[in-house]
């Protein structure tokens, strides 16, 4: 099992920058893909990042593609999500989730572990 927790959300102008991180307890953490989900008020939860065991491969939602950079550090069980170039649209909750899955998957029915998220809002 696998008990993640995001840390890193807050307040932030149009424009700016904010770097989102999930510590994951456990031994196992380079055997999960990961992924990054948010939620809108209003909106259902959706995928926005995913990288692979190794760190090798990653995938974006189409909406935050040239923005928002996912990456991994396997010896120190944490995953990262950099936001650049900050839209209000960007405002929501943003959850970590770890999948047994081989390849990456913006299927959040293949994560089975999430964090209890962070949130992120961004003015105009």
């Known amino acids: 099992q696998v008990q993640l927790v995001e840390s890193g959300g807050g307040l932030v102008q149009a424009g700016g920058s904010l770097r989102l991180s999930c510590a994951a307890s456990g031994r196992t953490f380079r055997q999960y893909v990961m992924g990054w989900f948010r939620r809108a008020p209003g909106k259902e939860r959706e995928f926005v990042a995913a990288i692979s065991r190794s760190g090798s491969s990653t995938y974006y939602a189409n909406s935050v593609k040239g923005r928002f950079t996912i990456s991994r550090d396997n010896a120190k069980n944490t995953v990262f999500l950099q936001m650049n170039s900050l839209k209000p649209e960007d405002t929501a909750v943003y959850y970590c989730?770890?999948?047994?899955?081989?390849?990456?998957?913006?299927?959040?029915?293949?994560?089975?572990?999430w964090g209890q998220g962070t949130q992120v809002t961004v003015s105009s």
């Open positions: 989730a770890a999948a047994n899955t081989y390849a990456t998957s913006s299927n959040l029915n293949d994560y089975a572990y």
